[in-house]
C-alpha cells in the first residue's frame, strides 16, 4: 500500500492514508515523499471527501473509516483493482509470484515495462480471491509453491488451487517460468495439462529443467554461476547476492529477460552491481566485530535457506539466530515440526515470543516456542525462549563475542531490536552503523 501511494502520488493525485503502525522504511519513505499518514482509523479522515478510498487486504469490515465509505456510498477499490486499472492495462506486465523470493526477484529486474510482486494473499474483505488474479500478466515467474498463510489457506491443495487459476491468466502469446526444483510446481503444470495456453519455460539446478544454474561458487566477494539452456551453455554471471535460492531468483530474472529481447551484456550488468532491498539479509551494523543482520525471513523453509546462505557467506564465522514468530503461519502450530529442523545452520538460537498470541488462538493452536527450543537444543545447540525484546537484547549483549554474526528475523519491527542491540553493543558510541547498506 505504501509502494501505491508513492505512485499513485508521483502520477499527480493528492495521497493519504491511515494505519495503526508503519515503521520502517515504509514509514521514512512515506514522510520523505511528504505522504502524510494519520494514526489511528477515524471517520473524520475521509474529509475532505475522496475520489476513491483504496482500502488493504488486512482492513475487516467494522473499521471506522470503511463503515463511514460504506454509509456515504463513496466509491472504494482494492490495492490490486487500482494497480490493474491505473498503471497495468494496456502496458507490458511481468508478474513475479511464489511463496519465497518474491521481493528480491522484484528488485532484481530492471525493465521498461510494468513489473509487478503478485502474491496469494486474498484482496480485500469483498474480494476474498488472491491479489495475483488482478495483475494481467504477460510474463508470469513462479519460483516456488509451499503452504503458508494458514489464516488464508485450509491446506497445500488450496494454495495450488490459486496457482493453477493465476497460472491460467497468461495469455497465449506470453510465458510462465516455471521453477523445476520445486515439486509442488511441477505438480501444478502437470496438473494442467492441455488446459494451459501458454509457453512454459522451466528453470532451476536440477537436470530437468530447459534452464538451469550449474557450477554455483559463492567464495569470492560475488557469487559466480553458469547458465545453461537445452544443455548447452549459454552465458555466465555474478552477483552480490548468496544462496542458492537467490541464484534460482537471479534465473528466473535471467529468462524474463531474455524473453522482453534485453541483450545478455545488460542483463550481466544488472546482475552484478545490483544491490539488494532493505530487510533480505541486510547488514545493520557492525559493532565489537560483530556483524547484525536484518531478514525478512518467517515461513521455516525461508528461515532455514536465510541461515544456509548466511552460513556459506561467513563460514568461519559463529552464526547466532534470533527468531520472532510474527506471520500468521509462524504463529500457529502448523509449521511446528518444520521449524525445529530450520536452525540447523545456526550455532546459537533464540526464539522471541508468538506475537500476539491471543488472537492467534483463534485462528487455531499455536506455535509452542518452548518444544521448539527442546527440539533445537536435543540437535547440541545453545537455544532460548525469551519473550521480551529487551530481555533478549540483554542475552545478547552478554553472549556475543568477536567475529559472531547475528540474523535477526521477523516480518515486523520486533520491537526495535535492531538499533537496541547496536546500542546495547557500543553501549551507546562506537558504533558503525550501516543501515543503508
Known amino acids: ?51 476513491c478510498v483504496v482500502v488493504g487486504n488486512a482492513i475487516p469490515r467494522g473499521n471506522p473509516e470503511v463503515e463511514e465509505a460504506l454509509n456515504r456510498k463513496l466509491l472504494y477499490r482494492s490495492q490490486p483493482e487500482v494497480v490493474k486499472e491505473e498503471f497495468i492495462r494496456g502496458r507490458r506486465s511481468l508478474v513475479i509470484s511464489g511463496t519465497h523470493g518474491k521481493t528480491t526477484t522484484t528488485s532484481i529486474t530492471n525493465s521498461p515495462y510494468f513489473l509487478i510482486e503478485g502474491d496469494e494473499y ?71 495439462g492441455n488446459r494451459l495456453f501458454t509457453r ?126 510474527r506471520s500468521w503461519s509462524s504463529r500457529l502450530a502448523v509449521f511446528q515440526e518444520p521449524y525445529a529442523q530450520s536452525f540447523e545452520a545456526a550455532d546459537f538460537v533464540i526464539i522471541a515470543s508468538v506475537f500476539d498470541s491471543r488472537t492467534a488462538t483463534e485462528k487455531g493452536d499455536v506455535l509452542n516456542t518452548r518444544k521448539l527450543i527442546d527440539d533445537i537444543d536435543a540437535q547440541g545447540k545453545p537455544a532460548f525462549a525469551i519473550d521480551a525484546v529487551d530481555d533478549i537484547v540483554a542475552k545478547l549483549d552478554a553472549e556475543l563475542r568477536p567475529g559472531d554474526v547475528v540474523a535477526i528475523m521477523s516480518n515486523g519491527g520486533f520491537g526495535g531490536i535492531h538499533e537496541k542491540l547496536l546500542n546495547a553493543l557500543g553501549n551507546n558510541t562506537h558504533a558503525s552503523l550501516a543501515a543503508d547498506s
Open 1 to 51: 500500500m505504501g509502494s501505491l501511494a508513492g505512485m499513485l502520488q508521483a502520477s499527480g493525485h493528492r495521497v493519504t492514508g491511515s494505519d495503526v503502525n508503519v515503521y520502517p522504511p515504509m514509514s521514512t519513505m512515506l514522510e520523505s515523499l511528504g505522504i502524510t499518514v494519520r494514526q489511528g482509523y477515524s471517520a473524520e479522515n475521509l474529509s475532505p471527501t475522496p475520489d
Open 200 to 325: 512454459v519455460e522451466t528453470f532451476g539446478t536440477s537436470d530437468g529443467a530447459a534452464w538451469q544454474a550449474r557450477d554455483l561458487d559463492f567464495s569470492g566477494q560475488l557469487s559466480r554461476f553458469k547458465v545453461f539452456r537445452e544443455g548447452v551453455e549459454w552465458a555466465e554471471f555474478e552477483t552480490p547476492l548468496i544462496g542458492e535460492f537467490n541464484i534460482r531468483n537471479c534465473l528466473s530474472v535471467i529468462i524474463a529477460a531474455e524473453a522482453w529481447g534485453v541483450e545478455v551484456a545488460a542483463i550481466k550488468e544488472a546482475l552484478a552491481t545490483f544491490q539488494s532491498v532493505k530487510r533480505r539479509m541486510q547488514v545493520r551494523g557492525f559493532v565489537r566485530d560483530v556483524t547484525v543482520i536484518d531478514d525478512f525471513a518467517h515461513h521455516p523453509t525461508a528461515v532455514k535457506e536465510t541461515l544456509q546462505a548466511l552460513k556459506t557467506k561467513y563460514k568461519d564465522r559463529r552464526l547466532v539466530a534470533v527468531f520472532e514468530p
Open 122 to 192: 486474498d484482496t480485500a474483505w469483498f474480494d476474498k480471491g488472491p491479489k495475483f488474479m488482478h495483475y494481467l500478466p504477460e510474463l508470469a515467474i513462479v519460483n516456488n509453491v509451499e503452504f503458508d498463510h494458514a489464516d488464508i489457506y485450509r491446506d497445500l491443495d488450496a494454495v495450488k488451487l490459486a496457482f493453477r487459476r493465476f497460472i491460467n491468466t497468461v495469455p497465449g502469446n506470453g510465458r510462465l517460468i516455471a521453477g523445476w526444483d520445486n515439486v509442488h510446481v511441477r505438480e501444478i503444470i502437470a496438473e494442467m
